[in-house]
């Protein structure tokens, strides 16, 4: 079957790193995706991983080991603005799979 | 690059009414586009995958008579809610895939979202 499994919440501190994990069992594999959603507003892309390896792009990170069926992002130098909603996707044979989603809530 | 814009952005009708909602790709081609619910706290729910020219692919449990799904052009797709009913209310959010220059691959770009209420 086709499943993603993220945690539901997260919370931490302005300035402070956050690691959000995601598991995801799918039909075939095309790359993995994450998402960003502030409430009431559509998901922004963030990332993509198609091969084993951490991609790194500014304050935000996405690593992604195939074998393990494992994926997580990485947020640095965690700002006001970064408390959203965080979803992981998958690209599989048939189609897109989106987790629940993890919300983030950055305190200051 | 990869904008992707949605019309209307909040729509509110009588029950009974249908709606039109346009999705269009400002800047690329988009080969796919996908339409995607979204309810309070929850996660995206995919509805349905259409291709330019041919007819959309729906998900199970999703009826093709009531939401209605055109993707005429490589630039725009539209979602009719046939005689919508309060349970349709919802966060309704386009998303578009395409090739070109800088353009992730598979990647799928969202619309702003259209907000969805039948009284």
């Known amino acids: 079957g086709q499943n993603i499994d993220q945690p539901t919440e997260m919370t931490a501190t302005e300035g402070a790193i956050v690691q959000i994990n995601c598991t995801y069992q799918?039909?075939?594999?095309?790359?993995l995706f994450w998402y960003q959603q502030h409430a009431g507003e559509a998901p922004t892309f963030l990332s993509y991983n198609v091969l084993d390896g951490l991609e790194e792009k500014g304050r935000f990170s996405s690593f992604l080991s195939r074998s393990k069926g494992y994926s997580y992002l990485l947020l640095k130098e965690l700002q006001m603005k970064d408390s959203a909603s965080y979803l992981c996707a998958t690209s599989g044979t048939y189609k897109y799979i989106f987790g629940t989603g993890t919300r983030l809530k950055v305190l200051a | 690059g990869a904008v992707v814009s949605q019309h209307p952005s909040w729509v509110i009708c009588k029950s009974g009414t249908s709606v039109k909602i346009e999705c269009r790709s400002l800047d690329f081609q988009a080969t796919t586009m996908f339409w995607y619910r979204q309810f309070p706290k929850q996660s995206l729910m995919l509805m349905a995958t259409?291709?330019?020219?041919?007819?959309?692919?729906?998900e199970q449990g999703v009826e093709k008579d009531k939401f209605l799904i055109n993707h005429a052009s490589l630039t725009l797709s539209t979602l009719t809610v046939t005689s919508a009913h309060p349970e349709d209310s919802s966060f309704y959010i386009c998303?578009?895939?395409?090739?070109?220059?800088?353009?992730?691959?598979?990647?799928?770009?969202f619309g702003p979202g259209t907000r969805l209420t039948v009284l």
């Open positions: 998303s578009a895939s395409g090739t070109g220059k800088g353009l992730g691959t598979d990647t799928q770009y």
């Open positions: 259409s291709n330019e020219g041919s007819k959309a692919t729906y």
């Open positions: 799918t039909s075939g594999f095309n790359g």
